[in-house]
């Protein structure tokens, strides 16, 4: 072997050799070498190539002259196959000798020849590798002699060899057999042995089967009977189900329950298969998946879980109405990390819906409002187009992106009840995630229980979470089986242990939570009968959220949060006075929690709205029986609210009892123990009652007669209020609550004896870097001054301008100063004040955001925001919620007004001054507290409100002082005092020319010389109180004569005591109508007094009532216009053809919308947002808003209100009678423009006498006839009536002004002639120029000023606010 290896190695070196030989053969063709061949001179390099083959190929020794070579290639192929054919491993040893100079040459070379000749180059090559070749194969020839001999040597041996194997092969086949006959055996043996042991296990496997099978078959059994039954079924099931997902989550819980029935009933009385009593619940979701869903940190509710049902099942994008957040944290933990969420006033956030929707994410958009981008309305519609066969395509703002199938949305609003488009509506499923009554009190019971006993509720909780898993398990094992069993072959069924393990499994884990379960409840029962005991802790704080959530009703600023409610609910349980028994705890907790809730809430709420809060919470708590007061019903309760009336019965008490009053007592006496009321009061005493209705206080006096007994019931004694003098109620309210309400007094006078520096430094407690303070402005109020002092003692170093707190007043440019500020602050811990943001709207969004971004960042911890604003809608209801709300109102009343003002100034600086300057700021100071107080008598006061301030008191008390000082004369400049404090400071505010005519009025009478001795501060009272002003002094007895000063009444500011009783009617008609729009609509309210009906029914049979009463109204003016002459077409025919062109306008726009609502009642058209606030005003029977914007100005209720419209239409159709001739007395309260009336008598006193119309003024002579006697047109002008005056009498026997009546409100005037006269700058003493509007609002509905005699000063009439009313809502 060593010699063949030896051998084959020296031969694998020649063999290269050879090869190349014989690849220079293969590259010769015939036309290279009769190329080579034809040369005629040929080089000397291929004379040798020649010469070398010759001497190899032919063994030529002499001859090897070119033509030698020429005549060897003179037949090419043949010369080819010769050297094919050459063997190279025979070569005489001469011939190698011969080659050897030659193959030593230097040009003897494949590449030297190239240049030569092609084939003498391969030749060339030829020659040298054959040598090459030669001379290593004759080293090898020796040892392969060898290796030929050593072969045959082997293969001798090797023959041998075969023979002894061969006889041992006949031997081994032999035991092979036998071998092959033993292992037969064994393998039937093992066989028999297996098919034993597989018969037993099949058997023990058959056994485990059949007795798992037998625990399942009960449970299959009622199954199978179920699924059959759902065959059935199926189609009403299914039905149900799809119109539950379809329609009913945008509704609340009653809502959906009526719905429920009613599409049961429906399918029912189709005869569609349905199964009894279907819950679509049930059908769309099963108890594990509910289980699995509350795990998630779904509220457990039945709206919560409805909800989610919904949200899985819905084919359309889900739109959550989720303002406490309740759903969106559910969708956060039930995707997880995997979900998207955007705002839309994120940065580039439609970058992210795309590259969601391109990578099949799921996106939630939060904090949606009523409009969602309109580039967004493809994704909502899914309106996807289809390329090729599986790509989808979908086109955003004219881009077109990807669309993966695995997209899903989810689309969120904070707003509690939106708007939305139809279009919206049909792309999505509104889904109502707003918090129920039964939810919020199940997570505030959850809540209290962990701070009170934290061990139960942990107990609770993983109680319930193990319920919940078991559930989840159960069945996850019960359908991995029922999959086994259905994929199992029954041959091979036995073969199948995971089949048989997972039965066991099924069997052990289901007979184990059936255990837990037993267990569970029993442990439940005994931690729910601890719970429970806290169930009126958890009830309270419920009804409390749901309280105070409302109150954005009446006011936008008034919003509060679900996290910011239990915020303060948990510091009032940590600060609830600590009990041994369980019961008195809770009752301590629920005392605390109620006045830190309330405190929290009043103190951002403005003074008007306070009693109302209160009021609302009284009520809330007297219906739910937490009073010791029984509830009387909703009857009385709807009473007192709406204060209805019955106006066909006549006034037999009319001489002292107002009709308003005997109309409602005429409603009283339908209520349960009233019956006998109007009798009592007509017949059987009508004198004490006289005396008790003109009591100053008749809520501290007790009624006449039987009637006393109201004493003991003041909720029932209310209601006589309500009827008789309205004026009290809120009076009588207030201390009802005192006496109603537990602690009640500490609620009606919560933070009274507090200056509004201690309610700002208890407040700042309930503070941090996310919750700022926010200040509802109200005119004359500022509060930095507090807050910096606040930071004094709060700030560490205490607070400083520009270092570590910045005030921004909000304006144009000021958004990046105060971006600016917020950062720095945010950073370092600044206090950064925002006054007045309300002046950007917009900006308040971004500052939402950026207060959000502080948020997740985490601020320094002394960071603190402090906002301002007037109240405004534009506030966004995100700052609103998380802020701790202050209002801080100037205070109310004319002595404490007067005492801030005269404080203002400082005793020093007072003392040094002359005794002319303390005076005359003396009564400045009174002057302002009169303008300041003045407004809380609405229209009688002022026609418009006016931010009266003490810096208008500081800017006069300056040009006093400049004046005096400066003034060498010793007499003082009235008049340029008065021009300057009413047309300049007070009267730079003042917008209505009447409202400057009552301040110079004031000026006029306090601003003379009397005033720097002594002078009557209670004007024109004549001698029904005096007041004179203290004689110049110190600063001292200045403050004594405030303080000493007799209580307010309506003769400090010239006005009658009537006054105060018209205030305080508009307050208590303001009280009640916030409290109806604050009950919840729905529900239905008692079955008393016709009130059994819900607000859609009520709204629904008034909808028909009103369309039928004015369907038929329609006055034909175009044929009345066509039937007159050009001659009989005067000014007169014009305004009332103008008056039927409105009514037509305003009967037309009733008959549309009401025509309109009933199709929506139908269900033939869908309710918009104008339809839903139609049904509002129908329900609470106030007048819908594009009704009043195209009839007449009133402030009549909605009855009142067409009763109105039927006389109005009753004066035009006897004009349409007669066009020709206008009425003999024309009530222009019954028109909607009298402006046009008063000026058509002036047109006609220009034809006559050929005046210029702007020179003329309508002059009014006041007739002492009714309307009955006027049987003629007058000569001049015309008569008019349905003037009432307002603030005085008319006089009929001096024909003049008198002071009114105790407790009468409106002197119905006689027939007025109107004419036109010249207009006059000369005033007349005895005339009193008495402004006209057209109802007791007054502005903006102003007529003309009308001319009344009066033997007083005309500017007593002018302060009291006299003025004559068209209109004043209801009949004398």
């Keep these: 072997a060593a010699i063949k290896a030896e051998a084959d190695g020296e031969l694998s070196e020649a063999m290269p050799a050879m090869q190349k030989a ?75 000798d011969a080659l050897a100079p030659i193959l030593a040459l230097e040009y003897f070379n494949k590449k030297t020849m190239e240049s030569k000749s092609t084939a003498a180059a391969f030749l060339c090559d030829w020659v040298i590798n054959v040598v090459k070749f030669n001379s290593i194969y004759k080293k090898v020839a020796p040892l392969m002699a060898k290796v ?69 078959y009960k449970r299959w059994t009622i199954t199978v009977k179920g699924l059959k039954q759902q065959g059935l079924t199926l189609i009403g099931d299914c039905s149900l189900a799809s119109a539950f997902v379809g329609y009913i989550s945008p509704f609340s819980s009653s809502f959906r329950m009526d719905l429920r029935n009613t599409w049961a009933a429906d399918v029912q009385n189709r005869g569609i298969p349905c199964t009894e009593g279907a819950d679509p619940l049930t059908i769309l979701a099963s108890e594990a998946e509910i289980a699995t869903w509350k795990n998630e940190g779904l509220p457990a509710d039945r709206v919560s879980v409805e909800n989610a049902a919904v949200v899985t099942s819905c084919a359309r994008w889900p739109l959550m109405i989720d303002p406490q957040l309740q759903g969106v944290k559910w969708i956060k933990q039930r995707v997880g990390d995997d979900l998207q969420v955007v705002q839309f006033t994120h940065d580039r956030w439609l970058n992210k819906v795309t590259f969601a929707i391109t990578m099949g994410k799921i996106l939630l958009l939060e904090a949606v409002g009523q409009e969602l981008e309109a580039i967004l309305e493809p994704v909502l519609a899914r309106a996807t187009v289809r390329r090729g066969r599986n790509q989808l395509i979908i086109k955003i703002g004219g881009e077109e992106f990807d669309y993966d199938t695995n997209f899903q949305l989810y689309i969120q609003s904070k707003l509690a009840n939106p708007h939305y488009r139809p279009e919206i509506a049909a792309t999505c499923t509104i889904v109502n995630f707003i ?73 052990k884990t289901s007979n184990e939570i059936n255990e837990q379960v037993k267990l569970g409840v029993e442990t439940e029962k005994a931690i729910n009968t601890s719970r429970e005991l806290y169930r009126p802790v958890a009830a309270e704080g419920s009804m409390l959220f749901f309280l105070i959530i409302q109150l954005c009703i009446i006011e936008h600023m008034y919003q509060y949060s679900l996290d910011s409610f239990t915020s303060f609910m948990a510091k009032a349980m940590d600060k609830a006075p600590a009990a041994e028994e369980l019961e008195e705890r809770a009752a301590n907790l629920i005392a605390t929690i109620r006045m830190t809730i309330f405190r929290w809430v009043v103190r951002g709420l403005f003074e008007r709205h306070k009693l109302t809060f209160n009021a609302l919470l009284t009520f809330t708590l007297l219906k739910l029986g937490k009073l010791k007061e029984e509830y009387p019903g909703d009857a009385p309760i709807s009473f007192l609210f709406k204060g209805p009336m019955r106006t066909d019965v006549e006034n037999t008490l009319g001489d002292w009892l107002p009709n308003t009053a ?47 007994r109201l004493e003991n019931e003041p909720l029932k004694k209310m209601l006589v209020l309500r009827c008789l003098r309205p004026d009290r109620i809120t009076i009588a309210m207030a201390d009802w609550i005192r006496g109603a309400l537990p602690n009640g007094r500490d609620y009606m006078d919560c933070d009274g004896s507090s200056s509004f520096m201690a309610v700002l430094t208890n407040s700042y407690e309930d503070t941090s870097p996310a919750t700022p303070i926010f200040f509802i402005l109200s005119p004359g109020s500022d509060p930095v001054q507090e807050v910096e002092k606040m930071g004094q003692t709060k700030m560490d170093p205490p607070l400083k301008l520009h270092l570590n707190y910045h005030n921004v007043a909000m304006g144009q440019g000021q958004d990046v100063v105060a971006m600016a500020k917020l950062e720095m602050g945010h950073k370092d811990g600044h206090w950064v004040m925002l006054q007045n943001i309300h002046l950007m709207p917009s900006w308040c969004v971004t500052l939402e955001k950026k207060m959000d971004n502080f948020n997740v960042e985490g601020s320094h911890p002394a960071f603190r ?16 919620e998380r802020a701790v709300k202050l209002t801080n109102e100037p205070p109310t009343g004319l002595n404490a007004n007067l005492r801030r003002g005269f404080a203002f100034f400082n005793k020093e600086d007072f003392e040094e001054r002359d005794a002319k300057v303390k005076a005359i700021l003396f009564g400045l100071c009174h002057f302002h507290a009169i303008m300041l107080e003045r407004k809380k008598f609405g229209p009688m006061g002022y026609n418009m409100m006016y931010p009266f301030s003490v810096g208008d008191l500081r800017d006069s008390a300056s040009v006093l002082y400049n004046y005096l000082e400066n003034n060498q004369s010793a007499k003082i400049p009235w008049a340029d005092l008065r021009y300057i404090f009413g047309e300049v400071m007070y009267g730079g505010h003042i917008v209505d020319d009447w409202d400057r005519v009552m301040c110079k009025c004031y000026l006029e009478y306090f601003f003379v010389d009397e005033i720097l001795d002594e002078t009557q501060l209670v004007p024109y009272a004549e001698d029904k109180l005096s007041l004179m002003s203290p004689p110049p002094g110190p600063h001292e007895k200045y403050l004594e004569f405030i303080e000493a000063m007799p209580g307010e009444t309506p003769l400090f500011f010239g006005m009658h005591p009537n006054a105060e009783i018209n205030y305080r009617t508009v307050q208590c008609n303001n009280l009640f109508d916030m409290l109806i729009q604050l009950q919840p609509r729905d529900t239905s309210g008692g079955e008393e007094a016709g009130e059994s009906q819900s607000p859609m029914a009520r709204a629904e049979q008034l909808c028909s009532d009103i369309l039928d009463d004015v369907r038929d109204i329609k006055f034909p003016t175009d044929d009345i216009s066509k039937s007159l002459s050009d001659e009989e077409k005067g000014p007169f025919q014009f305004v009332f053809l103008q008056e039927a062109d409105y009514m037509n306008g305003l009967v037309g726009e009733m008959i549309r919308s009401l025509s309109e609502l009933q199709l929506g009642f139908r269900g033939e058209l869908t309710m918009s947002e104008q339809m839903e606030k139609l049904v509002d005003s129908l329900f609470l029977e106030k007048i819908p808003e594009w009704w009043m914007k195209l009839g007449f100005p009133t402030v009549r209720s909605l009855a009142s209100w067409l009763a109105n419209l039927k006389e109005r239409c009753e004066q035009l159709d006897n004009w349409c009678n007669d066009p020709v001739t206008i009425p003999k007395v024309t009530d ?54 349905g003037l009432y005056l ?37 005033e007349d003493k005895n005339i009193y120029q008495c402004p006209t509007y057209c109802t007791p609002t007054r502005r903006p509905y102003y007529v003309f000023p009308a001319q009344l005699r009066t033997k007083y000063p005309p500017p007593k009439w002018t302060l009291a606010g006299v003025a004559l009313i068209l209109d004043i809502g209801f009949a004398l």
Excluded at 439 to 468: D, F, H, S, Y
Excluded at 685 to 706: G, I
């Design 1228 to 1281: 222009i309260s019954r028109l909607f423009n009298p402006q046009s009336f008063l000026t058509a008598i002036k047109q006609i006193t220009c034809q006559v006498q050929s005046l210029e119309l702007n020179k003329l003024q309508v002059v009014t002579e006041i007739t002492k006839r009714d309307v009955k006697q006027i049987e003629t047109l007058a000569r001049e002008g015309a008569y008019v009536c």
């Design 662 to 708: 005997w109309f409602a007592v005429q409603k009283l006496i339908e209520l349960d123990g009233f019956d006998s009321f109007a009798q009592n009061m007509e017949k059987d005493a009508p004198t004490r009652f006289k005396e008790w209705f003109n009591e100053v206080a008749p809520e501290e006096q007790k009624l006449p007669l039987d009637w006393k």
């Design 1286 to 1322: 307002e603030g005085a009498r008319w006089d009929m026997a001096a024909n003049s002004l008198e002071d009114s009546k105790p407790k009468e409100m409106f002197c119905k005037m006689p027939v007025v002639q109107c004419k036109a006269g010249m207009a006059s700058e000369k």
């Design 148 to 216: 030929e001999e050593a072969t045959n040597t082997k293969e001798e041996a090797e023959a041998k060899l075969a023979i002894v194997l061969a006889a041992l092969k006949v031997v081994q086949d032999r035991v092979a057999a036998l071998n092959e006959k033993l292992d037969t055996a064994k393998a039937d043996l093992a066989k028999a042995e297996k098919d034993a042991a597989d018969s037993q296990e099949k058997l023990a496997l058959a056994e485990r089967l059949v007795n798992g099978l037998a625990d399942e």
């Design 22 to 96: 014989e690849e220079a053969v293969n590259c010769l063709t015939k036309a290279a070498i009769q190329e080579l061949k034809n040369l005629g001179k040929p080089p000397a390099a291929c004379v040798d190539v020649t010469k070398a083959v010759l001497i190899m190929l032919k063994h030529e020794k002499k001859n090897h002259e070119w033509k030698a070579g020429q005549k060897m290639m003179n037949d090419p192929q043949k010369f080819l196959d010769e050297v094919k054919a050459f063997d190279a491993r025979e070569i005489p040893d001469w011939v190698l």
């Design 435 to 507: 918090v129920t009554p039964s939810g919020l009190e199940e997570q505030i019971l959850a809540m209290v229980v962990n701070t009170e006993k934290p061990e139960l509720e942990q107990q609770k909780q993983t109680l319930v979470r193990q319920q919940n898993e078991y559930m989840v398990t159960l069945s996850k094992l019960e359908d991995d089986l029922l999959e086994q069993l259905s994929t199992a072959d029954p041959a091979t069924i036995l073969d199948n242990i995971a089949l048989i393990d997972g039965l066991e499994v099924t069997k």
């Design 865 to 880: 925001i402090y906002l301002s604003a007037d109240p405004s809608k534009g506030i966004p209801i995100g700052i609103l």
